[in-house]
Antibody, heavy 118, light 107 residues
Framework: QVTLRESGPAVVKPTQTLTLTCTFS??????????VSWLRQSPGKALEWLAR???????YYNTSLKTRLSISKDTSKNQVVLTLANMDPVDTATYYC??????????WGQGTLVIVSS | DIQMTQSPSTLSASVGDRVTITCRAS??????LAWYQQKPGKAPKVLIY???TLESGVPARFSGSGSGTEFTLTISSLQPDDFATYYC?????????FGQGTNLEIK
């Protein structure tokens, strides 16, 4: 059974760097064709894909946010970490991690709300 | 980036109706498309992946079709639990993108 769970701070201050951890089970990021993405949804807005890391450590970023984003993995811990620098109130959103890869079924975590406020 | 255009943005329908939501890609995405249902305060729930593969546990009244640039999600007979927001998402390109969503509301 595939599960993913997001963890991280509920509140960050403007200009700070957000660090979120996705802990997953039921698959391994050392297996070919596996991947993990981070996504977010601001209140009342559409879903937005942020970044993806593949089993071979290839990394992909949202074009609009790529200068602020970093994604990494710890295969031994089954974790993927996302950092988003220079947080702003417009970054207030629910952040999700998900396995959305070709050749496998799609699974999402339940999300974690991050509020940017001084 | 591949642009995903969903229509309509709002759809009013009644229980028992057959409804169709369309998603168009700005370039071919083969069949690398997922459909999600989202209710307020909840995570998106995957309904369909690879354009037409029904996720386990999803009622058979949901179906997906299409390939290339045009896709549809059909609900054959609307049930009260189906009123929600629906999103399409492409995952053919390395940079994933979503449609803007369709709010399915009760007429």
């Amino acid at each position: 059974q595939v599960t993913l769970r997001e963890s991280g701070p509920a509140v960050v201050k403007p200009t700070q760097t957000l660090t979120l951890t996705c802990t997953f089970s039921g698959f391994s990021l050392s297996t070919g064709a596996m991947c993990v993405s981070w996504l977010r949804q601001s209140p009342g807005k559409a879903l937005e894909w942020l970044a993806r890391i593949d089993w071979d450590d290839d990394k992909y970023y949202n074009t609009s946010l790529k200068t602020r984003l970093s994604i990494s993995k710890d295969t031994s811990k089954n974790q993927v970490v996302l950092t988003l620098a220079n947080m702003d109130p417009v970054d207030t959103a629910t952040y999700y991690c998900a396995r959305i890869c070709r050749f496998s079924s799609v699974h999402w975590g339940q999300g974690t709300l991050v509020i940017v406020s001084s | 980036d591949i642009q995903m255009t969903q229509s309509p943005s709002t759809l009013s329908a009644s229980v028992g109706d057959r409804v169709t939501i369309t998603c168009r890609a700005s370039q071919s995405i083969s069949n690398w498309l997922a459909w999600y249902q989202q209710k307020p305060g909840k995570a998106p729930k995957v309904l369909i992946y690879k354009a037409s593969t029904l996720e386990s546990g999803v009622p058979a009244r949901f179906s997906g079709s299409g390939s290339g640039t045009e896709f549809t999600l059909t609900i054959s007979s609307l049930q009260p639990d189906d009123f929600a927001t629906y999103y399409c998402q492409q995952y053919k390109n390395d940079l994933y993108t979503f449609g803007q969503g369709t709010n399915l509301e009760i007429k």
